[in-house]
């Protein structure tokens, strides 16, 4: 069953961040979902790591640590193969639940 | 994968959080940098980075959760948590955990029996297909068959797919110890196939083996193989001698092979060798066993059984006058009598089981009180209501799983030693029992059991914290007023305990006071002094003449032995069954068409009055008349000469075997002797001579003049020195016989067994409820503190204590006393002589109860009275 909910909505942003950019650190894949999205989207930074770690645990994406530009140790996560077979049908759920919730927004 | 590589490294648990540290901080740490680069000040920044980033502690605690192996690793930490907590309060664990162990062992170990007994008693196929048949008259309902009656039932269309006849045989077996008796069963040759048993060795009986004349073949059982023939291979084909009489072995049972309804039997011959018996179709030594076909019900059956057995009754009106036939599950057959025993054990159990988890749940609620404050901290540092639950559901697991293991190992040995005291005798009819054990049923009983526990400990203390006011907890602490929820769920727990153990202990007391009433029915003779013993003559004897110089011989030797004052002799024992009887009718009197069964007792001339059965009129028979060439004669009861004789004097009047034209002349009335179980009523009997109808098994029944146990020896050797080929068995005093008869044997295992519970039900509600008292004068210090401050007097204060002491009791009493009625009045099955309602033993019960219950209020009312005011107000 496609996962409709806001979790899996953040699933998504760091996935389709990370299919985008690469290898990115967390406080990276913040800075991209706020600037990405005009600042419409901001959370707390701190709740993306339970996310991170969650997707990591499902094997869809890996971490290594390695330094920052700026010589600061930094764990870096890149998306696997199965996390892009994942991310595609992400995708696919979330333009469901939008079609979905935008029907029922329309409905007069 | 990395989950397995954490899962490796769960011990490191430092270093994962340390990573995890490691990553937030370095999030944090950039934003820093980046804000520093826009040009905040360097306080600004790092208010800035923590303020975006949200509750750090709380972030690292989710981003714990979302790994599973830390997961795990926090289910352990809580393990950890709740093994010190209850390490750290030993007396607690210690307590909870043995009367976790007492309550769960019981159930469990009363439900192994049910497993075993109820759930699985047969091990045969399709064992629900099998029933038992019999032939049936009004004072006999479930009697046994008639051969010729069973051989014209085969022969017609019953809906039966196996019709089978089974009987009980006695050999006498030659050993090198000396001639013993050994039990047999001859049984038509389908009777293995219709249980569905195939022998382990050799084969089965062939269809036709139960012919009259063909070979004497015989099976034997799995023990008799190991015992006789040292489990030897080569067994099959040898010939075994029984009896003088030589019987080809043709295979061997299957080891768990057992038959309840014959109880223990080593040899199963085919019934080829039809006695005297089996030939007359009015004589019934047999039983019957059927499996039914498929599809048919019970009741079909037995409507066919009856309709063939009226057609047989029109057919052959002399023998069959009177007899119907019927059939009963086997499992009813074999089970009939234990099953209420062991449902109203199980209830038994299931009460102490209440009062152990209410015990248990009661000293959680004390403990989690106390505690309200170190919940109320914790809640207040951020810990969510389900982390704190799973804290309590932890502990409750440990403490369910501790006491479970416990309670099962208890089970395990309370079964190996309840079966220990089950008489060797008596499981033969039980065999099933030797099979009870912790089997995946019953560990599934006791996953169950300590699921419904563990639930409860989990949820009552979490109950009392979250209906709690976190802010007063925290400010009040251990000061918390009466009002708790203590006071709310503590008390009323303890009135469902002393309920519990009300009911359990009016069982005790009615199922206590009915055997004391069995025990000391009235027999009918002086049961103390008599010791007896049964003998088997071997086929020397048959003649007639020779059985009578046999029998006068055993009475003359034995009775001028030292000791021993009179001797005599019976075909049966006293206090054992009621049989069918055979029908004897007045002559003279018109025939009414209905049979007369009276049960009729072959004894010497000496029986009656070595027995010190009182004659109300007439004589017993003496020696010379006791002898097949004279007249006969016939000693009756005094029921039968209130049944039949009404208003007359019976002596000197005939009565008569029906269809026999043989008169035998009245000549004494003697009160009733208990010749069926204690529990059953008196019925009609007649007493003839032994030498009119003898057989050549019977018992020898001796009063003696001392001590009647060291006569037993003495008995068996001077049988053997007048023959040693005549075997003996069975010696026992008659009091020994009596109290271990069946119906007293059932009625004192569920006396002690109930007796047992519910002592066990008394001592634990009488600590629960000192528990409550105890608790409650330790709460109440201060307030007893103020209370003598402002000048109480002792005396009001242990009115006080005792005043909450025994409204708990009343109310438990009371309660009690109520479901008692209701589970006296479900087991007055078992209750004999005794009513549901018997006010001595709710009065026992009760003032029982009400004197522990004061006991246990007077240690914690004492400690309240001498509380010193200014200790007490000091204390806080």
Redesign the interface.
Known sequence: MPKNDLQGTLDLLVLKTLSQLGEL???GI?LHIQRASDELLSV????L???L??L??G?WI??QWAL?E?K????YYKLSVVGKKRLLQAEKDFETLVEGVRAILRYA | MSICRRLLNLSKRSEIDAEIDAELKSHIEMRIDDNLADGMSPEDARRNAARRFGNRTLMKERVTGADAALALDSVWSDIRFASRYLAKNPGFAFTAIVVLALGMGTSIAIFAFIDTALIKPLPYKDPGRLVSIYETVPSCPLCNISYQNYLDWKKSDLPFSALEAWGWANYLIHTPEGTEPAHGTRVSDGFFRALGVTPVLGRDFYAGEDAPGAPRTILITYGAWQKRFGGSRDVIGRTITLSDIGYSVIGVLPKDFHFAPRGEAEFWAALNDPSDCDQRRGCHGLFGLGRLKDGTSLQTAVAALKTEASRLEKQHPDSNHGFSATAIPLTVAVLGNIQPVLLMLLSGAFLLLIIACTNVAGLLLVRSENRKREMALRSALGAAPARLFRQFATEALLLVLAGGGLGLGLAYMVVKLLIKLVPEDRIGGMPFLLTVGLSPQVLAFAGIIALVAGILFAVVPALCISRANLRRDLAEGDRGSAQSAWRRIGSKLTVLELASAVVLLVGAGLLGKSLYLLLHVDTGFETDHLATLRVAAPKAYADDNRLMVLERLIANRIGGLPGIKSASISANMPVRSWDGGTSIIVPGRPVTGQRNDIPERDVSSGYLTTLGASFVRGRGFSEAEDDPSKPRVVVINQTLAKQYFPGEDPVGKQLEYEGSHALMNIIGIVEDIKEGPLDAANRAAIYVPFNQDSSRSFVVVVRTSQDERTILPVLTAAIHEIDPGIAVSDAITMTDWINESGSAYLHRSAAWLVGGFAGLALLLSVVGLYGVIAYSVSRRTREIGIRMALGAERGSVYRMILRESTKLTAFGLGAGLLCSLGSSMLMRKLLFGTQAWDMPTLVLVSSALALSALMATYLPARRAASVNPVDALRAE
């Open positions: 650190h967390g406080y913040a707390e930074e701190g709740s790591y339970p996310a770690h969650r990591e645990q094997g890996t971490a920052t700026t600061r140790r930094a764990k």
